[in-house]
Nanobody, 124 residues
Framework: VQLQASGGGLVQAGGSLRLSCAAS????????VGWFRQAPGKERESVAG????????YYADSVKGRFTISRDNAKNTAYLQMNSLNPEDTAVYFC??????????????????WGQGTQVTVSS
């Protein structure tokens, strides 16, 4: 499966963005999806994940209550709605997919497929 992330941009603190992760090659319904981010000089950080059906999710503590991960398997696309953005959310955001259960990825398991990143910049 190939993944294409989009929707990044420049937003003021307190604003919102919605990222999209479009899949091609295989139905996204066969894969759990995760969102990650990497800020300059920092390690890549897991942000959120969603199960194949969309019935289960997990979030990093830093984004709980502000970010929402969702998916539309009919559109072969997953989303990350980001609200109440702050400058610490500035990073390149990546989506990833894997065929295993979400619990494995929530525990730190490695996703198999990765899209290119989309830049999110939050100004103060």
């Amino acid at each position: 499966v190939q993944l294409q992330a989009s929707g990044g941009g420049l937003v003021q603190a307190g604003g919102s963005l919605r990222l999209s992760c479009a899949a091609s090659g295989r139905p996204l319904s066969g894969y759990a999806v995760g969102w990650f981010r990497q800020a300059p000089g920092k390690e890549r950080e897991s942000v959120a994940g969603i199960s194949r059906s969309g019935g289960s999710t997990y979030y990093a503590d830093s984004v709980k209550g502000r970010f929402t991960i969702s998916r539309d398997n009919a559109k072969n696309t997953a989303y990350l709605q980001m609200n109440s953005l702050n400058p610490e959310d500035t990073a390149v955001y990546f989506c990833a997919a894997g065929p295993r259960s979400l619990s494995m990825y929530a525990a730190g398991g490695a996703y198999d497929y990765w899209g290119q990143g989309t830049q999110v910049t939050v100004s103060s």
